[in-house]
């Protein structure tokens, strides 16, 4: 299967840092990729969708101005964490949408653990 | 609005004992329903996707079916290697956003 990478896989920040984590499809290029975050013992919850070379799409209730999204390239987006937060502690992860013209599916990374002191 | 409901939340199994899981889902417009296993402190990992009731689609001790309401996961003989969370989620013909169930956290001890 496809693989998706991130980076880091895990950060420690103080409160009022920002922290940038890297999300690439290694083996596909993706148009469309996915930010999620992820509460212990709960399910994902869809952040936002970023699309490259265009603005991302937030989820209601998200702050676009706080987590600022970056789609530059067909295999690489960027999610970055502003004036991060104690709340905003969190494993964050994304996915990329491969779509062939046998099947389409999304891959996810690895996540990112956060924790913001 | 698309709902995904996953059940049992929890599942405990003894080695080599079969069992399903159920993902009962309402979506506008199916495009996809997709199996993913997830392990703690990890990504979600694909299994499969479905696209049309009557599908069907195996992968070692995991069997996952659809219809037109509801897909399964059939986890046949299933070893401790199987303890995982298992997340079902849809994806409808007119939007790329995937809708996640809570998942089915199974358990198989030895």
């Known amino acids: 299967g496809a693989v998706v990478s991130q980076h880091p896989s895990w950060v420690i920040c103080k409160s009022g840092t920002s922290v940038k984590i890297e999300c690439r499809s290694l083996?596909?290029?993706?148009?469309?990729m996915f930010w999620y975050r992820q509460f212990p013992k709960q399910s994902l919850m869809l952040m936002a969708t970023?699309?490259?070379?265009?603005?991302?799409?937030?989820e209601q209730g998200v702050e676009k101005d706080k987590f600022l999204i970056n789609h530059a390239s067909l295999t690489l987006s960027t999610l970055t964490v502003t004036s991060a937060h104690p709340e905003d502690s969190s494993f964050y992860i994304c996915s990329a949408r491969e779509s062939t013209s046998a099947q389409e599916t999304q891959y996810f990374g690895p996540g990112t653990r956060l924790l913001v002191l | 609005e698309d709902q995904v409901t996953q059940s049992p939340e929890a599942l405990r199994l003894q080695e080599g004992e079969s069992s399903s899981l159920n993902c009962s889902y309402t979506?506008?417009?199916?495009?996809?329903l997709f199996w993913y296993r997830q392990d703690p402190g990890k990504g979600p990992e694909f299994l499969f996707t479905l696209y049309s009731a009557g599908e069907e689609k195996e992968k070692e001790r995991l069997k996952a079916t659809l219809t037109k309401k509801e897909s399964f996961l059939h986890i046949t003989a299933p070893k401790p290697e199987d303890s995982a969370t298992y997340l079902c989620?849809?994806?409808?013909?007119?939007?790329?956003?995937?809708?996640f169930g809570a998942g089915t956290t199974v358990t198989v001890r030895a």
């Open positions: 970023s699309n490259e070379g265009s603005k991302a799409t937030y």
């Open positions: 979506v506008s417009g199916l495009r996809g």
């Open positions: 083996d596909f290029q993706a148009t469309t």
């Open positions: 989620a849809v994806r409808p013909s007119n939007d790329y956003k995937l809708s």
